[in-house]
């Protein structure tokens, strides 16, 4: 079954053309990478995946379910409850400890106090994180702030991960830690991931490959 389709889907800003008649499937359970070079529409397909934006032709479907354009708030309820975002820059909120960044998408749901400790718990156990819960971010490594980044994406158990470039600003040993991590969610726990990205190790994990040339998806 298909977590994410797009059918027959534009999206241009000014005169140019991005995504052109793209239709698009992510299976349950599948790590589906997307490369291609800086510009080519990649992030613009992620935003549109995970309903940070919205295309100017085609249909969105989740679960088999179409998302109208202007459905705001099951596009909320979505992004809230259903997909994790990874992103380049980690997202972390410098003033808050580590513990409150991986919470965070508990605490705006209201979540009781035993179990939203419990979950952070499990998931910094399973990342080995659970030493910098009290430390800042200006306190860890890059490595580190992306495995908390990957942590407070999978806290609330979501349907999917979307991740942009999510080792774009690490180190070769941090990244291949990072991949190692992104593969090991997807083999032994079966999350479905789609990873942007343009570094082409990085698609080396990943079970379906596509690239965008010309706002056209060509699979790899």
């Known amino acids: 079954m298909s977590v994410i389709a797009l059918k027959n889907v534009n999206k241009s800003y000014g005169t140019r053309m991005i995504l052109s008649n793209v239709s698009f499937r992510v299976e349950d359970g599948e790590l589906v990478g997307i490369i291609g070079r800086s510009g080519s529409g990649k992030s613009t397909l992620l935003n549109i995946l995970g309903c940070m934006d919205t295309a100017d032709e085609g249909e969105y479907f989740f679960d088999n379910q179409l998302i109208k354009p202007k459905d705001e708030k099951r596009k909320t309820k979505l992004r809230r409850d259903e997909i994790g975002f ?36 499990a998931i910094t156990n399973q ?94």
């Open 127 to 220: 990342l080995h994180i659970s030493d910098l819960v009290h430390k800042y971010p200006n306190e860890i490594s890059g490595g580190e702030a992306q495995r908390v980044a990957i942590a407070r994406a999978l806290i609330r158990k979501p349907k999917i991960i979307l991740a942009d470039e999510p080792t774009g600003a690490l180190d070769e040993s941090a990244e291949s830690n990072i991949l190692d991590i992104l593969q090991s969610l997807n083999v032994t726990e079966g999350v479905t991931i789609v990873l942007v990205t343009h570094n082409q190790v990085v698609s080396d994990i990943c079970k379906r490959l596509y690239t965008i040339v010309d706002g056209k998806m060509v699979e790899l």
């Open 86 to 121: 990874i992103v380049q820059d980690y997202g972390l909120i410098k003033e808050k400890n580590i513990f409150y960044n991986i919470a965070l998408p508990l605490l705006s749901k209201n979540t009781p106090k035993k179990e939203l400790k419990h979950r952070v718990e």
